[in-house]
T-cell receptor
Framework: DTAVSQTPKYLVTQMGNDKSIKCEQN?????MYWYKQDSKKFLKIMFS???????INETVPNRFSPKSPDKAHLNLHINSLELGDSAVYFC???????????FGSGTQLSVL | SQQGEEDPQALSIQEGENATMNCSYK?????LQWYRQNSGRGLVHLIL?????REKHSGRLRVTLDTSKKSSSLLITASRAADTASYFC????????????FGAGTRLAVHP
């Protein structure tokens, strides 16, 4: 029973397309996050939500739009995909903000 | 940048040896955390140490924190091949940053 699940695991798409990544956690946590890991393994926060409210929006292009329909879900929609968006995107959750994050298994996005 | 830096970038040891990884950071923190990432997987939380703590243990893991030097170390004793992974430190900076900042990671290879 996966604690933080995100789909799809792999996403290959053309430049200019719009795509979504879904994330769900069954841990009852109040805070959810999206992180981006680049090819050099640097992990950077993109967004964090606390109980469906946006807490952090870390200078991410507005082509990226998170949406939290309820506190168990945090989806990421990306418009007009660019080559530089290729990376692994991780969803995570925690009960206490910024402590003991549980990560999903990641979505590898490849933009061609 | 407040980002933590791990040292060394890569470490190769034999099974049974101890592995030590270091992390330095730049600003005052609330806590420092260590995470493990196996290849192609999400990060797994290992241990959290708060700014008023100096040492913490969890199984074969020992973490120290020196706030005067703004540094932490992770020691894995009696390493096993299954410990092969990347290890990241993450700092929850005080002073309103409100985000967890990850270092670049140490790649540990444990050879049978």
């Amino acid at each position: 029973d996966t604690a933080v699940s995100q789909t799809p695991k792999y996403l290959v798409t053309q430049m200019g397309n719009d795509k979504s990544i879904k994330c769900e956690q069954n841990l009852g946590h109040d805070t959810m996050y999206w992180y981006k890991q680049d090819s050099k393994k640097f992990l950077k926060i993109m967004f964090s939500y606390n109980n469906k409210e946006l807490i952090i929006n870390e200078t991410v292009p507005n082509r990226f739009s998170p949406k939290s329909p309820d506190k168990a879900h945090l989806n990421l929609h990306i418009n007009s995909l660019e080559l530089g968006d290729s990376a692994v995107y991780f969803c995570a959750s925690s009960q206490v903000r910024n402590e003991k994050l549980f990560f999903g298994s990641g979505t590898q996005l490849s933009v061609l | 940048s407040q980002q933590g830096e791990e040292d060394p970038q890569a470490l190769s040891i034999q099974e049974g040896e101890n592995a030590t990884m270091n992390c330095s950071y730049k600003t005052s923190i609330n806590n420092l955390q260590w995470y493990r990432q196996n290849s192609g997987r999400g990060l797994v939380h290992l241990i959290l140490i708060r700014s008023n703590e100096r040492e913490k243990h969890s199984g074969r893991l020992r973490v120290t924190l020196d706030t005067s030097k703004k540094s932490s170390s992770l020691l894995i004793t009696a390493s096993r091949a299954a410990d092969t992974a990347s290890y990241f430190c993450a700092t929850d900076a005080s002073g309103g940053y409100n985000k967890l900042i990850f270092g670049a990671g140490t790649r540990l290879a444990v050879h049978p």
